[in-house]
């Protein structure tokens, strides 16, 4: 008992971790300690451990598994509410999806119009923008076959983009700072509303346990936290 309090019966050598700090992993690269000597080590107890390890090989990081790890996900059965609420998601997603595609560089155009307010060319541009939006609340009004549960939320998400739109056009013809500064106001206050409108669709989605996919144009209306 004496022996084994003084010196413990046995050694431990740890595992080698990769000394490259190159990470060959999909996943994102992880910092890796990296020495330039090898830090050795005593050889106690029973057994014949090596006499000397690299620093690195102690890495806490060589315990974390690197890369993307696969499941499996089993497909959902969805009852007729769902399916229905599913389909309809995923036909105003990709219109919504269609329209972001084509306007991502909206927030560069209102950059560049408040740069510069008196460019007619870049108010022109505003404008233009404005009016597309306006044009897609038109058409997400005219689409058919809306769920009855969903209907008034979708008439308040169309009503919000030709808000937005509206607004967005009045910014253009502002001439004084204070019709600027009104119409910045109004624009605001619009943006705000689209918001609640569309995080209120996103919520009837999850009550009603609707999910998507991440390949389903209604994967839009899942908010992932990894990304919050």
Avoid: C, W
Wanted: charged content about 20%; aromatic content about 10%.
């Amino acid at each position: 008992m004496q022996s084994v309090a003084e010196q413990a019966p046995f050694s431990y050598a740890a595992p080698f971790a990769p000394s490259s700090a190159q990470d060959t992993g999909t996943g994102p690269a992880m910092p890796v300690p990296v020495a330039s000597e090898p830090t050795p080590v005593p050889q106690t107890g029973i057994g014949s451990a090596p006499t000397s390890v690299a620093a690195d090989a102690f890495d806490p990081y060589s315990f974390i598994p690197r890369g993307i790890i696969s499941i499996s996900i089993p497909s959902t059965k969805r009852d007729a509410g769902q399916q229905e609420l599913f389909g309809y998601g995923n036909r105003i997603g990709a219109e919504i999806r269609s329209f972001e595609s084509a306007h991502s560089d909206v927030v560069q155009i209102l950059k560049g119009f408040f740069d510069d307010r008196t460019n007619r060319t870049k108010a022109a541009g505003v404008i233009a923008a404005g009016n597309d939006y306006e044009a897609l609340g038109d058409r997400l009004a005219a689409m058919d076959s809306i769920p009855a549960e969903v209907s008034a939320l979708h008439a308040a998400l169309a009503e919000s983009y030709r808000a937005v739109g509206k607004n967005m056009v009045a910014l253009a013809y502002a001439t004084t700072d204070k019709e600027t500064a009104d119409a910045v106001l109004a624009y605001d206050k619009t943006a705000d509303e689209f918001t609640k409108n569309f995080v209120s669709l996103v919520d009837l989605f999850s009550a009603r346990g609707v999910k998507f996919s991440s390949i389903d144009s209604g994967s839009m209306f899942t908010f992932n936290p990894a990304g919050l």
